[in-house]
């Protein structure tokens, strides 16, 4: 049990509260004994005095008023005892005295000489015990005040702890705490914010690691193809070429694994337009029947981030539009918010702009370019998300819009 609570924050703040609350309870009852023990001496001593004062009087058989008893806080009992009535003390003997009776938690003096004797209510009030006990149970109560906040500040720990047991079986939901305290609501955004990471790259990488295999059975069904041919000059060059594609595409991938890792680390340099485009028309490696059109509009344009990152990102969206457009044509223009790539052809197989979740194309689609995951869309949609620009996409009259929103 001390393991337990040794391993267990709020177990121990448990038991601070249970030692505070002992040790609270044990000097309230020495307080209240020595107290009682106190005032039972005083009462003792002032009952002593108020006896020795009045036999004078008694003596003399003087008619004693509660006029003249008010200064020692007693007046004249008249009624006569109850067989209840209890001796508390005696002093003196059976000529001279006085005796001490308690009847309805009244203090009655009986004071009594050989010519004449008394009885008094005793009138003095000592709040002193009341006090302690308004203080002592003051402190009780805000030690209980404090325990029952601090559990509900400990809560959220508590129930951060399940969600991350809940987390390592699969569950990505997020922490609701509901509390007005900003540290708490810190933790509640840090924790929703690590599991938002989290998510994305478990989706991202696990749809990383499918079109990583997809996309290299197509050269490496080439290669295996030309390797059944009788070697010559033209198969060793064929074969060169999908190495090199093997290894461009390879290049490729572990870029766009950097990129999904440090999301959100890229510099922000500005790069002109143009400048990235023409560097990306450079590695697209054009074919006498393809044109790529830029609008002097660009001339002008610039745009944040990482030049390399935007070249890729680039050379995908032409690429894309040269292959799979009909005419072999791709018109660029730009204004001052948008870039945007503009081509003949079929729509694609999905809503770019939006938030694809699941990256996987449906085959039922029918597009030329369905292969059956979106890997250009998957680059181009995470650098230009990773800048924090936005992907538009329309569809009209078979041609196809892709803007970059600046």
């Known amino acids: 049990m001390l393991n337990n609570i040794k391993r267990s924050l709020l177990g121990q703040i448990r038991l601070l ?7 609270i309870l044990g000097l309230w009852g020495y307080f209240y004994l020595r107290q009682t023990h106190l005032q039972n001496e005083h009462a003792m001593a002032r009952y002593f005095s108020i006896a020795s004062s009045l036999q004078p009087f008694l003596f003399q058989s003087y008619p004693l008023t509660n006029k003249e008893l008010q200064e020692y806080h007693v ?14 003390e005696h002093r003196g003997d059976d000529i001279k005295g006085f005796t ?5 938690g009244k203090h ?4 009594y000489n050989p010519i004449g004797e008394i009885y008094l209510e005793d009138k003095e009030e000592d709040y002193t015990l009341s006090l302690i006990h308004t203080i002592f149970l003051a402190l009780l109560g805000i030690q209980s005040i404090l325990l029952v906040v601090s559990q509900r500040l400990l809560h959220p720990i508590l129930e951060m702890g399940q969600k991350l047991k809940e987390l390592q079986q699969g569950d990505f939901s997020k922490l609701s705490i509901h509390s007005s305290y900003k540290e708490l609501q810190q933790i509640e955004h840090s924790y929703n914010h690590a599991i938002d990471y989290i998510h994305y790259l478990v989706q991202t990488r696990e749809m990383f690691n499918k079109i990583l295999m997809h996309e290299l059975k197509t050269p490496l069904a080439k290669g295996m193809f030309y390797l059944k041919n009788v070697p010559s000059t033209q198969s060793h060059t064929d074969i060169k070429k999908v190495f090199e594609t093997i290894n461009s595409q390879l290049d490729t991938f572990r870029m766009l694994e950097e990129l999904i890792a440090y999301k959100g680390e890229v510099s922000c340099e500005e790069h002109s337009v143009v400048t990235v485009l023409n560097h990306a028309i450079k590695t697209l490696h054009v074919k006498k029947d393809e044109t790529i059109d830029v609008h002097q509009s660009c001339e002008t344009c610039l745009i944040q981030g990482d030049g ?7 050379k995908n969206l032409m690429d894309n539009a040269l292959r799979y457009s009909p005419n072999h044509h791709v ?4 204004s ?6 503009v081509n003949e052809g079929e729509p694609l197989p999905l809503d770019i702009s939006a938030p694809i979740r699941d990256w996987k194309i449906e085959r039922s689609k029918n597009h030329r370019s369905t292969s059956g995951y979106g890997f250009g869309l998957f680059i181009v949609k995470n650098i230009i998300e990773l800048h924090g620009y936005t992907l538009r996409y329309h569809y009209e009259n078979h041609r196809l ?3 970059i929103q600046i």
């Open 17 to 23: 509260f249970v030692v505070s609350f002992v040790v």
């Open 75 to 88: 007046t004249l009992f008249t009624q006569a005892l109850s067989t209840k009535a209890k001796i508390q």
């Open 100 to 104: 001490i009776f308690e009847e309805n």
């Open 108 to 111: 009655i003096l009986h004071v």
């Open 308 to 314: 390399a990152l935007w070249q890729i990102c680039f």
């Open 331 to 334: 018109f660029i223009e730009c």
């Open 336 to 341: 001052q918010t948008a870039i945007t790539f």
């Open 401 to 403: 819009a892709l803007s």
